[in-house]
């Protein structure tokens, strides 16, 4: 499956941000989606994911009530809605997909296949 991320941008503390994340080639309604991020010098974090049988969303907890992740499998796509972003949510956002049903869903590991990344730069 191939994904495509977009969305970024630039905007200051306390804005909102709706990243997308476009599947194609596979079957998206059978995948685990995740959303991770990567800030400079740091390594590649968990922030929110969604099994493939839907549910609720899981979050980490640095993102928890300003973060709302969801699917449109009609679209074959996932939305990451961020809201009172903060300077230290700066970072390459990544989405991801878990086609073989890993129970890593909170771990860059439990994914194989990653979009190019989207970056995303809050201003104090």
């Known amino acids: 499956v191939q994904l495509q991320a977009s969305g970024g941008g630039l905007v200051q503390a306390g804005g909102s941000l709706r990243l997308s994340c476009g599947a194609s080639?596979?079957?998206?309604?059978?995948?685990?989606m995740g959303w991770f991020r990567q800030a400079p010098g740091k390594e590649r974090e968990f922030v929110a994911a969604i099994m493939w049988s839907g549910g609720r969303p899981y979050y980490a907890d640095s993102v928890k009530g300003r973060i709302t992740m969801s699917r449109d499998n009609a679209k074959n796509t996932v939305y990451l809605q961020m809201s009172s972003l903060k300077p230290e949510d700066t970072a390459v956002y990544y989405c991801a997909a878990n086609t073989r049903y890993s129970s890593n869903w909170d771990a860059p590991g439990g994914y194989d296949s990653w979009g190019q990344g989207t970056l995303v730069t809050v201003s104090s």
């Open positions: 080639g596979g079957t998206f309604s059978r995948y685990g």
